[in-house]
């Protein structure tokens, strides 16, 4: 079935450094554009980033530009962020994400906790 | 940044009809997405491109998107549509997905 699995959250001290995975299965990965999505504690949905099918176009929040990168394997299937200088404010389950712009968010990984603090 | 702007919460009677509202600046010439989402879960698509429903969810959920507000419709609630809904568009200017700040339904 249709499925993405994040893995790779967790604890990290402010200045720290956390690299997210997600594998896909299930649908064409490599004809994907995907996207990671951040929720904050009690917060709303906030998008982090988007990658193109073939890695050509890459965009990022303000929040986390020039701090975070997004990149993937088509070959392995994989969806990855790359975190560094993290602050507490970076703390929130993470996403992974099929997206298109005509049909939306339709795919959604279970998430993954990343929790900055010392 | 485009701006996105929904109430924070909605009640209604079940067996009624909410509405959701999420007003943006020309929304309208925008496509629009819905998410819910359920305490502890992912968000869902629930309505995609202004008012297309994905397979598996109920006729019950539509949508349309006109002027400065796109709105998400769900008729004859029930209990289980407790969620929080998000709205979501494609900023093409700025290359950005963005999110509203949500709404939390509540079935009275």
């Known amino acids: ?118 | 940044s485009y701006v996105l702007t929904q109430p924070p919460s909605v009640s209604v009677a079940p067996g009624q009809t909410a509405r959701i509202t999420c007003g943006g600046n020309n929304i309208g010439s925008k496509s629009v997405h819905w998410y819910q989402q359920k305490p502890g879960q992912a968000p869902v698509l629930v309505v995609y491109n202004d008012r297309d429903r994905p397979s598996g969810i109920p006729e019950r959920f539509s949508g349309s998107n006109s002027g400065n507000t796109a709105t998400l419709i769900i008729t004859r609630v029930e209990g289980g549509d407790e969620a929080d809904y998000y709205c979501q568009v494609w900023d093409s200017s700025s290359d950005d997905g963005v999110f509203g700040g949500g709404t939390k339904l509540s079935v009275l």
């Open chain 1, 1 to 118: 079935q249709v499925q993405l699995v994040e893995s790779g959250g967790g604890l990290v001290k402010p200045g720290g450094s956390l690299r997210l995975s997600c594998a896909a299965s299930g649908f064409t990965f490599s004809d994907s554009y995907m996207s990671w999505i951040r929720q904050a504690p009690g917060k709303g949905l906030e998008w982090v980033a988007y990658i193109s099918s073939t890695s050509s176009y890459t965009n990022y929040a303000d929040s986390v530009k020039g701090r975070f990168t997004i990149s993937r394997d088509n070959a392995e299937k994989s969806l990855f962020l790359q975190m560094n200088s993290l602050r507490a404010e970076d703390t929130a389950v993470y996403y992974c994400v099929r997206y298109d712009r005509i049909y939306g968010m339709d795919v959604w990984g279970q998430g993954t906790t990343v929790t900055v603090s010392s």
